[in-house]
C-alpha cells in the first residue's frame, strides 16, 4: 500500500538523520523498473512521499542544482 511504503521510506530516513550528522540522502526516482509493481505505477507512492518530504521539518528537499559547489560529502554509504 502506498501509505505503507511511504511510511517505511521515512522510517529509514528518520534512523539516518539520528545517526548521522549534517546527512546527505540523494533521492533519485528515475521511472524504471520497479513502478510496474505498484498501484497505478506507483503514482500515489510518489505524491505521497513527495508530499511527506516537503512536510517533515527536520527533512529538508532540494535538487542537485540548489546545492552549493563548496558543500563537500565527506562520506557515501556502499550501494550509493
Same mark, same amino acid.
Given at each position: 500500500? %502506498?501509505?505503507?511504503?511511504?511510511? @517505511?521510506?521515512?522510517?529509514?530516513?528518520?534512523r539516518i538523520h539520528e +545517526? &548521522?550528522? +549534517? %546527512? *546527505?540522502?540523494? *533521492? =533519485?526516482? @528515475?521511472?524504471?523498473?520497479?513502478?510496474?509493481? &505498484? =498501484? @497505478? +505505477? !506507483? &503514482?500515489?507512492f510518489r505524491e505521497l512521499? &513527495?508530499?511527506?518530504?516537503?512536510?517533515?521539518?527536520?527533512?529538508?528537499?532540494?535538487? %542537485?542544482? @540548489?546545492?552549493? %559547489? $563548496?558543500?563537500?560529502?565527506?562520506?557515501?554509504?556502499? !550501494? $550509493?
Amino acid at each position: 500500500k %502506498p501509505e505503507e511504503a511511504v511510511e @517505511d521510506f521515512l522510517s529509514k530516513l528518520r534512523r539516518i538523520h539520528e +545517526n &548521522y550528522k +549534517n %546527512p *546527505v540522502v540523494v *533521492v =533519485a526516482l @528515475d521511472g524504471e523498473n520497479c513502478w510496474e509493481f &505498484y =498501484a @497505478d +505505477n !506507483g &503514482y500515489r507512492f510518489r505524491e505521497l512521499l &513527495y508530499g511527506r518530504l516537503t512536510e517533515e521539518e527536520w527533512i529538508e528537499t532540494v535538487f %542537485p542544482e @540548489d546545492l552549493k %559547489p $563548496s558543500e563537500r560529502i565527506d562520506r557515501i554509504v556502499a !550501494g $550509493s
